[in-house]
């Protein structure tokens, strides 16, 4: 099995970021984070920071509902609108002619962004054709995360001090910017997946099941 570094930084990261603001506003719950760290100590905070992580992108996942929601579905999705810049039309057009040779389907196979995109990305990761689609995955993953952390380090700001709503404030506006960082990664992640699609070679794959 391959280690994928974007995996584990995109949970630790958030992870560390809510066990940072706790520990500075409560640190008789944390001190750890707040005096000489040692080796086991690290580790400790690691593993802390991998459990948080992962409990808060949990939450990313519905939090990621909401923005795809308000931003007219997943992007993966936009090549099945009438209207996109996903895609330009030159590219839309070959997209259709290569689904129909592969899957005997049209762009409106692709609406939901799931099934069928799954399985062109399946057919690109078995050639080895994944890597720029997984650092964009990666990206998107570790802004979402950083995110819904900065929006919980806020809300626990304003819980411990009321009155601190500048920093509050300031948690919040950089909460905003990892949000839109997530949509940018995402937006990437879903145009090179069809990208690297339509220049793949057939040839390179193996024989795309009927559907």
């Avoid at 930084?9 to 640190?27: E, K, N």
């Avoid at 923005?67 to 936009?78: E, F």
Wanted: proline content about 3%.
């Amino acid at each position: 099995m391959k280690f994928d570094p974007y995996e584990y930084i995109g949970v630790i990261v958030p992870g560390l970021i809510v066990l940072l603001a706790a520990s500075f506003l409560y640190p008789s719950i944390l001190p750890m984070l707040t005096a000489d760290i040692t080796i086991g100590g690290l580790g400790l905070i690691l593993i802390l920071a991998f459990i948080t992580g992962h409990l808060i992108q949990a939450g990313g996942n519905f939090v990621e509902i909401l923005v795809w929601g308000l931003a007219g579905g997943m992007p993966t999705s936009w090549v099945a609108k009438a209207k996109t810049t996903l895609l330009d039309a030159e590219q839309l057009t070959r997209l259709e002619q290569r689904l129909q040779a592969d899957f005997s389907c049209g762009l409106n196979s692709l609406k939901n962004g799931k099934g069928l995109t799954r399985e062109i990305y399946l057919r690109l990761q078995k050639s080895g054709k994944t890597k720029m689609i997984d650092k964009f995955n990666g990206n998107y993953g570790l802004m979402r995360g950083t995110m819904i952390a900065l929006i919980i380090s806020a809300i626990t700001l304003l819980v411990q001090d009321g009155y601190n709503w500048k920093g509050a404030l300031g948690l919040f506006a950089l909460a905003g910017i990892a949000t839109y960082r997530m949509i940018r990664f995402g937006t990437h992640y879903a145009r090179e997946i069809y990208v690297e699609y339509l220049n793949f070679e057939t040839s390179e794959a193996e024989p795309a099941p009927e559907i």
